[in-house]
């Protein structure tokens, strides 16, 4: 997946994982390495997912807890530390049983307070 932050335009690349325990509703981790010019920059999110749709195109809407960590290289700040709580929705469209392609948008509330667009493809292991 690709993540593009509207706070600091990072583009970054990450991992998801995606589980149900009930039908409609999962909970979904993802970590994300975002590539500034200098230093590192990570983010950990875990987000409930509720699915409005379950056909080939799915619509869910989100609500989560978000970790963002940035630390700097020649630069007194050194590093960050900042939690947020994440409120989004988000598309599936499968194009085939086993993959698809995925769009979210989710604001971060909190200490972090940015917009967050993730676009990716997706890989279903059933």
């Known amino acids: ?7 600091t335009w990072f583009f970054g690349f990450g991992f998801a994982g995606e589980y149900f325990p009930i039908d409609d509703v999962s909970i979904n981790a993802q970590t994300t390495f975002l590539l500034p010019a200098t230093g590192i920059a990570n983010s950990l999110d875990i987000d409930g997912r509720y699915y409005f749709t379950q056909d080939k195109f799915q619509l869910y809407g989100l609500l989560g807890w978000g970790y963002y960590y940035r630390n700097f290289e020649f630069n007194e700040i050194g590093h960050l530390h900042k939690h947020a709580i994440n409120v989004g929705a988000g598309f599936l469209y499968k194009f085939i049983d086993e993959i698809g392609l995925e769009a979210e948008y989710k604001f971060q509330a909190g200490q972090i ?4 667009f993730r676009l990716g493809v997706v890989y279903f292991i059933n």
């Open 1 to 7: 997946m690709h993540e593009w932050r509207a706070d």
């Open 113 to 116: 307070n940015t917009s967050i």
